[in-house]
């Protein structure tokens, strides 16, 4: 094992010679950096060309339209996690929307044959790519938008940055096993190149974007 | 993956007379190229940060060994095992030694290149593992016992037709021309497997030297499942895939869905950093890193090292005439194109691969798409040169070409040469083109439609003509 980890640095040391600038320095012709002031629209905008499904506004009638959203989907099981607390009470709050039950995981982490929502508050979201950001930091799952049919994330305005260097500048020091960026719903071009979306994770990608931390609203603040 | 790299010229002959492959060649190779274009236009910063990430990997591959040996460490401070392979039979050895330790039976697999270049399936089979394709394409050719023909489009010569009938034969599910209902098929049969695998086998995009993160890049969410759910992750990476820090990762992003896909960003990026840490819900108790040399340490101290750029996104292949008239099969291994017409004879010797390198017509749209500049026409050149170097080329060939560089040094020559060319040629053809020469020269006639020489050669008609204008 070491033998074969020696034998490969003494090859590579021999071919590339550390030739050229040393390593460590910066490279020039970095991309241009869009305007802070407009990352929510810029958000908008590319989480929709990911083929996201963007929610702003009012709550209740964000809600509304989510309720209805997934009942178009088929959705019948609505899974958030336990420590997620914007998770559970949107989830809790389309209840009434639909004939939905409530679940922590479990059983779909089981392979449950319920259509399921998976809710979640994303870490960060990205304008420039219309990404949201999950980690496993802090013993966070990232179930919901992976095993889930639909995934709904919480995406708080306050955490959407310009650009992926600014999503990535927080976990650069010390990352998370677990980080994903996630643009849009899974998708597979591979039958005939023909565009299918819900290949192994969520056929549809919804965010649902809020203004305030607190929604002012009685059934999403806290 | 078996070698068939010399076979060129025959496989390319079967695949231009395959009607099927034929037709989905003609849908897919321009819509790639047009999604990559548009994509491209629609991206301001593209040129710059194509520069920026060709940069990078020059200085990447200026000081690999720095590069690697940090991310080795920083790898296994976060509990990952880095195991380095030599070659393919230590590879396939390794992986196998992995399997066996850690009791796995059932692996699912996202794509890599690079496990096929050393056929990890066979060697994960041959210690007892059932090994399950979990990309879309790739689980279709694995049912079909077949190799992929795209780098991202694995399954591009199948119709759906085929790939129902594959479904029903194998997995029991009713017929369909619903291409929804097939991938739905699909998805529940590989999340059963996701939910019950041991261990998930992944690629790896690039690799983070200051963090020892593993990158990957994907659409369907199956590098996701494989690498967060399977209590086991291998990861099989190439060593150049490097790069130096996690500020360097957006450049990459923004260049390789858009050559890909046409993407501005694929559906998924997963960023994977050793093992599951304590109060971690998800992720593997064991991550193992298997980095793989296999010839790249070779070709790194010679003049193709800038081939170690390659970001695997494909471009290079949809602009290709010769890939789009042939698809990847022809190309008799692992990578096809102009990219495999390049890398596969320095990966396994020039004497085994020497007829790729002429897979070309050296237009030049290879290095024009190509996200990290890498000098695809100067390398097929050079290799071919090479192969002349190494005895591989037929004296007829070489003398050939030595008669024409003759004539066209010599402008009196050329002239006289062009008259009776075309006074012959136009007699014995009729004007319809030569083809089946005899020996020597046969072997440039049998693959190749030649025009007849024309009646007025070109300097004369450009004579004529651009006087006239002026």
Known sequence: MVNARESLFRRLSAACGGRGAPPGEGHPGEAPVPPEADRIALFAKTFAAADGVLLHGPVEEALSDLGEMLRMEGVTALFFPEDDAAAREIAEALVPFGPFSLTTGAEVRGGSTAVTAGFRTAEAAIAETGTVVETSAGGRTLLPGLIADVHVSIVPAASVVARMEEALAAVAADPPRNLSFLSG????GDIEQTLTVGAHGPRKAIALLLTSPCTGSGTTSR | MELH???FGRNARKALLDKTLQGALGRTTGRFQAHRDAAVAAFPGFEAARERASRIKVDVLDHLDTYLARFIEEA??????????????????????IARDEGVTLAVKSKSMASEEVSLNEALQEAGVTVVESDLGEYIIQLAGETPSHIIAPAVHKTREEISLLFERHLGEPRTDSIPELVGMARRHLRAKFLSAGMGVSGGNFLVADTGSVVLVTNEGNGRMGTILPRVHLAVVGIEKVIPRMADLPTFLRILPRSASGQAISSYVSIVTGTRRAGDREGPDR???LLLDCGRSAILEGKYREILKCVRCAACLNACPVYQSVGGHAYGWVYSGPIGAVLTPLLVGLPEAATLPDASTLCGACADVCPVKIP?????????SDARDQGLKPPGEIAAMKGYAGVMKRAGLLEAMERI?????????KGKGIGGLPYP???WTERRDFPAPAALPFRKHWKINRGARD
């Open chain 1, 185 to 188: 719903p899974s998708r597979t």
């Open chain 2, 5 to 7: 790299a010399n076979a």
């Open chain 2, 76 to 97: 296994e401070k976060r509990g990952a095992i880095v195991h380095v392979a030599r070659d393919a039979a230590q590879a396939r050895e390794i992986a196998a030694r």
């Open chain 2, 287 to 289: 991550m193992h890193i």
């Open chain 2, 376 to 384: 695809l026409p100067d390398f097929l050149l050079e290799l071919r």
């Open chain 2, 421 to 429: 060319g075309g006074v012959l040629g136009q007699l014995f053809t």
């Open chain 2, 441 to 443: 020269f046969s072997g």
